[in-house]
């Protein structure tokens, strides 16, 4: 989403109280101008064409910060721009020097005007919106934390179904294309070896029961570890066996979706 973006660029735009926003500008003292435009019906496309085109270029030259422009998303006619200034004072300098400059006159002005039915202005400290900024960046951060924990936490127990069903379309699905698989007696075993013995691994085994436990999600990014323990019965011959395993499958994300690289198989000792 595009306010996503903008918070994201506020994020890095402001951090560090020490440093500079732009040259000879510091968040102590800068103001950050918000002006929200209504315009004509139909006019947007045309009128972040000509932002793009000439105010962004002008701007520029004029060595006043833009940090942030476009289409709003609540409807078609609204549109934003974001200017940062070193104070509030220095704001009324630079654009009344700017709109009463012939480049704007002779130039844009026009074109712009015409496709404006109004516009409001709102102007803060770049240190609240500094705040706003991290708070903002948290709660996005926090968000797609939980989203990404649910998911692998979905993923988990379609691998542990996949593998009592035998499902090995479904499974083929959810793991990397170079995928691995590190086997309790230390063998690792590729992913074209892995997918061949998958359709019947499970009654192969011997399983009569097999469910998981205690699952554990870290996530490093676009990186994620997942961590459970096995609880299984099998029979062996006339024997019938319980025990347990730990298993660390490895999760990368791509494109959106999470795939497993590598699984990795720890026996418990029976005691």
């Not at 918000?34 to 019906?41: A, D, E, G, N, V």
């Not at 520029?60 to 200034?85: C, F, H, M, N, T």
């Not at 090995?168 to 074209?192: L, T, Y």
């Amino acid at each position: 989403m595009r306010y996503r973006l903008v918070l994201w660029c506020l994020c890095y735009a402001f951090q560090g109280r020490s440093q500079p926003i732009v040259q000879g500008m510091s968040s102590d003292s800068a103001v950050a101008e918000i002006r929200s435009y209504t315009l004509k019906p139909g006019t947007r496309d045309s009128f972040h064409r000509l932002v793009l085109d000439y105010s962004l270029p002008m701007l520029q030259r004029w060595k006043i910060a833009v940090l942030g422009y476009g289409p709003s998303l609540q409807e078609d006619s609204s549109y934003y721009l974001i200017r940062v200034y070193p104070s509030l004072e220095a704001r009324q300098r630079s654009e009344d020097a700017f709109y009463g400059s012939s480049e704007w006159k002779k130039g844009p002005r026009e074109a712009i005007i015409s496709r404006i039915i109004n516009y409001t202005t709102v102007i803060v400290p770049v240190d609240s919106l500094l705040r706003i900024a991290e708070n903002a960046k948290t709660m996005i951060e926090k968000e797609t934390r939980t989203r990404d924990s649910a998911e692998l936490s979905a993923l988990n127990r379609q691998f542990i179904e996949n593998f009592v069903r035998q499902d090995a379309v479904r499974h083929d699905a959810i793991i990397h294309k170079d995928f691995v698989c590190i086997q309790n007696d230390g063998s690792v075993v590729g992913r074209e070896d892995y997918m061949k013995g998958w359709s019947s691994a499970y009654t192969h085994s011997g399983y009569t029961d097999f469910s998981y436990t205690d699952e554990t999600i870290r996530i490093f990014g676009d990186v994620a570890l997942v961590r459970s323990k096995t609880v299984y019965t099998k029979k062996l011959g006339d024997k019938v066996v319980k025990g347990n395993s730990v298993y660390t499958d490895t999760y990368k994300k791509e494109n959106g979706s999470w795939l497993c690289v590598q699984a990795q198989i720890t026996p418990v000792a029976v005691k």
